[in-house]
């Protein structure tokens, strides 16, 4: 069964204070992996998605990068706007099917 | 171009009356989705269509949960009768294909009394 495990759960930054957010995954076959950001009361927002070790890609101030067991998701130098939560999910051998983590809510301060 | 559209956006409701959401993909994507979102949690998918052909509905409750796709554009998913534990948020996504990136909804929050 595919499995997502996201860290840290929640993450508190100071505006300018760069950081990164884990995406552990276990999964038969990885057809994809994927970012979307979700705003309290809305659904998520598609961001990126990786398709094999190695790749990565960029869009303003982030950057997600994946290997064979992980994603990151770089915020460099964060504005409160990236205040969000961050979900990550994998597609495997089955297709339509994401399976997704909980996600890290991430809150950027002034 | 107008995204995935959903309604209502709240629904409170007692436990054990009906409910229903509908929802709209976005123009020409033939995959459309069902996902419940608990708080805290990431979506979990309830059954995906390609156009009106329902071909995973594993994770559907069937005993209360049916949902339909009629000429595989609108869609429309029920819960009769409704339980305490479906206060959730239930979100739709549509896609080109199967293949092809999902894209979601505001989706709609649910609560049970």
């Known amino acids: 069964e595919d499995q997502v495990t996201q860290s840290p759960e929640a993450l508190r930054l100071q505006e300018g204070e760069s950081s990164s957010l884990n995406c552990s995954y276990t999964?038969?076959?990885?057809?994809?992996l994927f970012w979307y950001r979700q705003d309290p009361g809305k659904g998520p927002e598609f961001l990126f998605t990786?398709?094999?070790a190695g790749e990565e890609k960029e869009k303003e101030r982030l950057k997600a990068t994946l290997t064979k067991k992980e994603s990151f998701l770089h915020i460099t130098a964060p504005k409160p706007e990236d205040s969000a939560t961050y979900l990550c999910?994998?597609?495997?051998?089955?297709?339509?099917?994401?399976?997704f983590g909980a996600g890290t809510q991430v809150v950027v301060t002034p | 171009e107008a995204g995935v559209v959903q309604s209502p956006r709240y629904k409170i409701i007692e436990k054990k009356q009906p409910v229903a959401f509908w929802c709209n993909p976005i123009s020409g994507h033939n995959t459309l989705y069902w996902y419940l979102q608990n708080l805290g949690q990431g979506p979990e998918l309830l059954i995906r269509y390609e156009n009106e052909e329902a071909v995973d509905d594993s994770q559907l409750p069937k005993d209360r949960f049916s949902a339909e796709r009629l000429k595989g554009v609108d869609s429309t998913l029920k819960i009769q009768p409704a339980e305490l534990g479906d206060s959730a948020v239930y979100l739709c996504?549509?896609?080109?294909?199967?293949?092809?990136?999902?894209?979601f909804g505001p989706g709609t929050r649910l609560t049970v009394l």
């Open positions: 990786l398709y094999s």
């Open positions: 999910a994998v597609q495997g051998n089955s297709w339509g099917k994401l399976q």
């Open positions: 999964v038969s076959g990885l057809r994809g």
């Open positions: 996504a549509s896609s080109l294909e199967a293949t092809d990136t999902q894209y």
